[in-house]
Nanobody
Framework: QVQLAETGGGLVQPGGSLRLSCLAS?????MGWYRRAAGNERELVAT???????NYADSVKGRFTISRDNAKNTVYLQMNSLKPEDTAVYYC??????????WGQGTQVTVSS
């Protein structure tokens, strides 16, 4: 079973940027970044296929960019123009419709002045 490890979160001011990384212990296929804000359900933020096709939630479109390095079994999420409502724990996992891996610990992103 592939293990996932998310890193790169932190505290940033509104308008700032962060880059999240998701390192997988083995080969991965279509992947997604998800987030869960306190008191909310986990939501899908962005997806990327093995070929690099991407999709985004409307709330992050134009601000977030998902990418991957297949040779490194790593998926990234570049987050720009961050807003307080982006505050959440961010996770990576298989894209919706694929068999999910075990969830990692996630990485906390806090957007606050």
């Amino acid at each position: 079973q592939v293990q996932l490890a998310e890193t790169g979160g932190g505290l940033v001011q509104p308008g700032g940027s962060l880059r999240l990384s998701c390192l997988a212990s083995g080969r991965i296929f279509a992947m997604g970044w998800y987030r869960r804000a306190a008191g909310n359900e986990r939501e899908l933020v962005a997806t990327i296929t093995t070929g690099g096709s991407t999709n985004y939630a409307d709330s992050v479109k134009g601000r977030f960019t998902i990418s991957r390095d297949n040779a490194k079994n790593t998926v990234y999420l570049q987050m720009n123009s961050l807003k307080p409502e982006d505050t959440a724990v961010y996770y990576c996992n298989a894209a919706v419709g694929s068999i999910p891996y075990n969830w990692g610990q996630g990485t906390q992103v806090t957007v606050s002045s």
